[in-house]
């Protein structure tokens, strides 16, 4: 059933199994998993495509559960991108490789024990995230999970929207998950229910308002994932609330990552 070439050193070949467009912006697609890769809900891998006989190889967060079959992930299309402007047109049956070496700080195990959880994501930085809630484990370490996701225009909160419907028919995930997810989505450059960046919900009182209390280091923890502006933003927020940056070798209060791909 696999067929796992070694393609290059240490890489493997993968069958696309899906792709889906989700806007002219962006793009998911899923591919075979390998029966011996293993990673952490939240975790990043190397893949790409072999051009001109060499790999091109860019980090892309896993969006599945670490319990799928299937591995999925989520893209931005990047005009002139080297690798997005072509795996944009990959389609089933193609071949994408894959590093299999996932390692990452979007991990709960980079974070201390607290009661709510909570991840900060913009454009594609929801990837690690579709892990992350769909993992039994988040549910058992945290009472609350809330998931922001913040986008310009409203067709671009698709994906995160679906992600959160396929939540709630999943019968045995939803029965676990029960009241702890709550999720919010926001646009910055269209009307739409909820608008505006977390970074100033958490500076004026949306952001308590809306979950019941402000950010706080004894209850909380961040994951956040998004443009190299927004981790700034947002670390500076959690650190200003007295919070220490973890890592999975020393767990702390938040952990960050970038989400950028061209
Ligand atoms: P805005 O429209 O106000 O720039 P981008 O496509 O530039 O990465 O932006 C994706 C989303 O992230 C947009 O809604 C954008 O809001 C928001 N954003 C961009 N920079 C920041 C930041 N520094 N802090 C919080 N949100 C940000």
């Given at each position: 059933m696999q067929s796992l070439n070694i393609a290059h050193n240490g890489l493997v070949e993968l069958d696309v199994l899906s792709v889906k467009h989700w806007t002219n912006k962006t793009f998911s697609f899923s591919l075979e998993r390998p029966n011996s890769l293993r990673f952490r809900s939240g975790e990043f891998v190397m893949i790409g495509l072999?051009?001109?006989n060499k790999p091109?190889?860019?980090?892309?967060?896993?969006?599945?559960?670490?319990?799928?079959?299937?591995?999925?992930?989520?893209?931005?299309?990047?005009?002139?991108?080297?690798?997005?402007?072509?795996l944009q047109n990959v389609s089933v049956g193609q071949?994408?490789?894959?590093?299999?070496?996932?390692?990452?700080?979007?991990?709960?195990?980079?974070?201390?024990?607290?009661?709510?959880?909570?991840?900060?994501?913009?454009?594609?930085?929801i990837a690690p995230f579709a892990s992350i809630i769909r993992d039994p484990e988040t549910y058992e370490k945290f009472d609350k999970v809330i998931l922001t996701h913040t986008c310009r225009k409203t067709d671009e909160l698709g994906y995160g929207k679906a992600l959160i419907q396929e939540i709630n028919s999943d019968e045995l995930l939803s029965?676990?998950?029960?009241?702890?997810?709550?999720?919010?989505?926001?646009?910055?450059?269209?009307?739409?229910?909820?608008?505006?960046?977390?970074?100033?919900?958490?500076?004026?009182?949306?952001?308590?308002?809306?979950t019941g209390s402000k950010l706080d280091p004894s209850k909380?923890?961040?994951?956040?994932?998004?443009?190299?502006?927004?981790?700034?933003?947002?670390?500076?927020?959690?650190?200003?609330?007295?919070?220490?940056?973890?890592?999975?070798?020393?767990?702390?209060h938040f952990v960050i990552e970038k989400a950028f791909v061209d």
């Open positions: 072999i051009v001109k091109l190889l860019r980090a892309y967060s896993i969006a599945s559960a670490s319990w799928e079959s299937k591995l999925d992930f989520y893209s931005i299309k990047v005009e002139n991108g080297p690798l997005t402007s072509k071949k994408v490789v894959l590093r299999p070496k996932p390692v990452g700080t979007l991990v709960l195990d980079a974070l201390l024990p607290a009661k709510r959880l909570i991840l900060f994501s913009t454009g594609t930085g029965e676990f998950i029960g009241t702890k997810l709550l999720s919010i989505s926001t646009t910055t450059r269209d009307s739409s229910n909820l608008t505006g960046r977390l970074t100033d919900w958490l500076k004026d009182g949306r952001f308590s308002d809306f909380d923890r961040v994951m956040i994932c998004g443009s190299i502006e927004m981790l700034k933003d947002h670390k500076a927020i959690c650190e200003e609330s007295g919070m220490i940056e973890g890592s999975n070798s020393k767990p702390g």
